[in-house]
């Protein structure tokens, strides 16, 4: 196997590398999504030498703990496989300290920035990279009293920021007004983590990096594009938290709509952040407001042997809670590439299965010789187990000219088996520490994708005679859904015939 180099970013890289003795700062470190992400990711990073030499992680949260409470805490949802790794774990836990303190005062924070003072004595600059890994109801007082209190008078600071950004257009702007005077837009990286996804970022090396992908990646090849995010499970007891969001605002608005953005985008100048983020704009840009005629709702019920609760059965969901738990929206892009072709974008929890996937159904062949032949498709598969196929027809073998779908197979825990695939957020807190925005959101690319969803959320929150399908938990979603993406031009024949990864003989899939 070759390996190319693809050329370093451009000199228009936001910022340079966080130096040796950096101190990296988790703020909401007693919380679920630091003990479960961020702090797995930073030791992974540590662990293959990736952070910077002489670096500490100080944790701050309004949890009182002692030294010992807190580093079980982080640890509780890092594997430790060996002994090597728990040798590698212990140097780790040294690296970290804890500080507790309020959000919403100063005195929290001159305690905090006291503590960083103490380990950088001695160095002429200071160094800090602070992970808000905190619910959006405080990013604006937390963003507000670290640049007060705990900004370094010599060195640099950046800031890493979790979604949600807002729950429409209004509310991201209030939160992007507060942050511009305080924290410049380079010193800003607001995470997506499907953005650190290993098949998202390979995504531009296949789009641009192989010609026959090129050559046909437009209207006059491509019948419709499907982005599809698949739970099968419903929301656990946490209904509450999820019913001032919905599927559309968790999943579809951020997740999915950045990945349309790479699939559709043309070619950036560069890899440089800009140049990438420029042309997700650009997309963004062209795509109409999203017609609530090309919408589909639903709400997952009870399953269909009873014993999976329905989504309002949830004791912490409001009563008659007319919140979406899947939806398909068709989006269209007016470009000179695209316009025509359906973007579907599909989420859902409690269905059949649990993925995420790209699936670029091709137009029919030419009538003439074949008859009723299925469709090409290229699928991307996300997660789990990341692959690359593409489902084409070729001659069965023996003495007559039936044809069958097979594939090419590009699957990663098989052909990479040697390699390790990082973490999503490790892979996105190692750009912030190398100072590369390109796997992160800017400003305007937030204004755009809001500018798009908005209307239409209003729509669905204020239309109170709206009412989500149901659907029985553990199925595909709602009965009318196969009919609803046969109307934008989706075959989905080819599921029935298709047996990946491998076919049977003797299937006739096509005849001449």
């Known amino acids: ?202 995504m531009l090396i296949l789009r641009f990096g192989n010609e026959f992908f090129n050559a046909s990646w437009n209207k006059n090849h491509i019948s419709s594009v499907q982005i599809t995010f698949k739970e099968k499970f419903g929301t656990e007891g946490r209904g509450g938290y999820f019913d001032e969001f919905g599927i559309i605002r968790d999943v579809m608005q951020n997740h999915l709509l950045q990945i349309l953005t790479i699939i559709a985008m043309e070619r950036p100048v560069s890899f440089s952040a800009e140049d ?101 498709e290229l699928v991307l598969r996300i997660q789990p187990d990341e692959s690359v196929y593409i489902k084409m027809n070729t001659k069965l073998p023996g003495l007559t000219m039936k044809t069958s779908v097979t594939e090419l197979d590009l699957t990663y825990n098989r052909r990479f088996s040697d390699l390790h695939i990082p973490e999503a957020y490790e892979a996105l807190i190692l750009d912030a520490i190398n100072g590369d925005h390109s796997n992160f959101v800017r400003d305007d690319e937030l204004d755009a994708s809001w500018k798009l969803f908005t209307p239409l959320l209003h729509y669905l929150d204020e239309s109170k005679d709206i009412v989500p399908a149901k659907y029985p938990y553990g199925s595909r979603g709602p009965a009318f859904l196969d009919d609803f993406l046969a109307s934008y031009g989706y075959s989905r024949e080819l599921d029935g015939m298709y047996q990946w990864p491998t076919t049977k003989a003797g299937k006739t899939n096509g005849k001449i």
Not at 114 to 133: N, V
Not at 288 to 313: A, E, F, M, R, W
Not at 331 to 356: Q, T
């Open 276 to 376: 990438i983020r420029d042309e997700k704009v650009r997309v963004l840009r062209a795509m109409p407001l999203i017609d609530p005629k090309n919408v589909v709702i639903g709400q997952y019920d009870k399953s269909v042997d009873g014993t999976k609760p329905g989504y309002t059965d949830d004791p912490t969901v409001p009563e008659g809670s007319r919140c979406p738990t899947f939806a398909a929206i068709v989006l269209y892009i007016k470009n000179d590439r695209w316009d025509g072709v359906p973007f579907i974008l599909k989420a859902g929890k409690a269905l059949d299965s649990a993925k995420v996937e790209v699936r670029v159904q091709y137009k029919d062949v030419t009538s003439g010789i074949f008859k009723d032949i299925p469709r090409n």
């Open 1 to 202: 196997m070759s390996d190319t180099i693809i050329a370093p970013p451009s000199s228009n890289q936001a910022a340079p590398p966080l130096p040796a003795d950096s101190i990296i700062i988790v703020l909401g470190a007693s919380g679920d999504l630091a003990k479960k992400k961020t702090y797995p990711a930073l030791f992974g990073l540590f662990r293959y030498g990736l952070l910077p030499d002489g670096i500490q992680i100080v944790g701050y949260a309004r949890t009182k703990m002692d030294d010992d409470d807190y580093k079980k805490r982080i640890s509780s949802y890092i594997k430790v496989p060996d002994d090597a790794v728990k040798a590698k774990l212990d140097e780790f836990l040294g690296m970290c300290s804890y500080v507790a303190g309020t959000y919403d005062t100063d005195e929290g924070f001159q305690k905090l920035d006291k503590h960083l003072a103490d380990i950088e004595a001695g160095r002429d600059e200071s160094h800090r990279l602070f992970y808000l890994a905190l619910p959006p109801t405080v990013f604006i007082p937390v963003a507000q009293h670290l640049k007060k209190n705990c900004y370094p008078a010599n060195g640099s600071a950046r800031v890493i920021i979790e979604k949600p950004f807002g729950h429409d257009l209004e509310s991201s702007r209030e939160l992007q007004t507060a942050l511009q005077p305080i924290w410049t837009e380079d010193e800003v990286f607001r995470i997506d983590h499907y953005l650190g996804k290993e098949m998202v970022k390979n």
